[in-house]
C-alpha cells in the first residue's frame, strides 16, 4: 500500500512540473471551448453504452460543449485506459472506468498503470452481481442450492460473462464462504448466460443488472446479491450477507482522464458529473435499466482506485484455477 502512494504522490509530483498554477487557472478558466471525446471501452447498444452516452448528455447540459462517445471494447473493458496512455492531459479526452481496469494488469500485460496513468474523476453508478435460476428451479432459496454444491461436489454448474469477470470473482467468493466446490461455466455475455440456463443448459447464473427484466417476468429466481445492502431494483432478494456469507463484490463505474490532468479541470469535471446525479434524464436511464447511483468524488475516488488496484492481486491469487 506504502509502495502505490508513493506512486501516486511521484506521478502527481511529475504533472506538477509540466503544469503551473498559473497555466492550470487559465487553462481550468476556459475549459472545456470544444467537444470532448468519451471513450466507452464497451461495444455500443449494451448497458454500459446506454449509460456512457447518458452520462455524456447530461455532461454536456452542464459543460455546455458536445460529449463524443467513441466505442472501443475489447480487453475485458481496459480499452478506455489504455487510450489514456498517450492521451493529452487537457481534458478533452476521457474515459469510462470500470472496476475491472483494476484486475486486468494482473492477468495480462497492458499499456496502463491504474494508480500512475490515469486522474480519476468521478465514480457515478455501481452494478450489483445476482445469483440467479431458472423459474422452474427446484432450487427455491440459496440455502437449497449451496445444499446440493455440498452434496455433489462440482455438480453445480454456475455461469459468468467470462473468467476473472466481476460475476466470476462472486461465484469463487461464495463458494469458499460456502465451503462447496461448484464448476464454473464462463459465457460471452450476461445475456448468453441467461439464455443457456433457461434452455436448461445451467444451474445457475451470476449476473449483472442484466437479469432484471427475466426477474420481473418470472422467468429466473434471484436467490441472492452480492452487495452491501439490498439495491433498489433487487429490494425483495436478500444480500449474501444476509444470508450467512460475506461476499460483497462493488463494482463502481468512474470516469477518468489520463495523468497529469490538471486538478482545477479535474474538479470542474468532478461537479459535472456530480450535477448530472441529479438530472432527471440521467437517473431515468440509470433507473431503467436497474443500475444503482454511487458517488465518490475525486479525492475518494483515486484512494478507491489505489486500494483496489493492491486487493486485486489478493482477489487473482485465490481465485487461482477456479
Known sequence: ????????????????????????????????????????PYAAGGTTDLIGRALGASLSKQLGQTIVVENKPGAAGSMGANEMVNTKPD??????????????????KTRYDPVKDLSYIAAFASYDFAL???????????????KHAKEKPREL???????YSGNHVAIVELAKEAGVQVTHVPYKSDSEAIGAL????????????????????G???????????????????PTLTESGYSVVIPSPLGIAG????????????????????EDPDFLKVIK??????????????TQFAIENFENEKDVIERMGDE
Open 1 to 40: 500500500m506504502k509502495r502505490l502512494y508513493k506512486l501516486a504522490v511521484l506521478s502527481t509530483a511529475v504533472s506538477a512540473a509540466f503544469f503551473t498554477p498559473a497555466t492550470m487557472a487559465k487553462g481550468a478558466d476556459s475549459y472545456p471551448s470544444k467537444p470532448i471525446t468519451l471513450v466507452v
Open 91 to 108: 481534458g478533452y479526452k476521457l474515459a469510462l472506468t470500470p472496476v475491472g481496469i483494476f484486475r486486468q494488469p494482473y492477468l495480462q
Open 132 to 146: 440467479g435460476v431458472d423459474a422452474n428451479s427446484p432450487y427455491k432459496t440459496l440455502d437449497d442450492l449451496l
Open 157 to 163: 454448474t454456475i455461469s459468468s460473462p467470462g473468467r
Open 198 to 217: 433457461m434452455g436448461g443448459h445451467l444451474d445457475a447464473v451470476m449476473s449483472t443488472n442484466v437479469i432484471i427484466p427475466f426477474m420481473e417476468s
Open 219 to 237: 422467468k429466473v429466481r434471484v436467490l441472492g446479491v452480492a452487495a452491501e445492502k439490498r439495491p433498489e431494483a433487487f429490494a425483495d432478494i
Open 258 to 277: 489520463p495523468k497529469g490532468l490538471p486538478q482545477e479541470i479535474v474538479e470542474k469535471l468532478d461537479l459535472a458529473v456530480k450535477a448530472a446525479m
Open 288 to 301: 431503467d435499466y436497474g443500475v444503482r447511483t454511487y458517488y465518490m468524488d475525486n479525492k475518494a475516488y
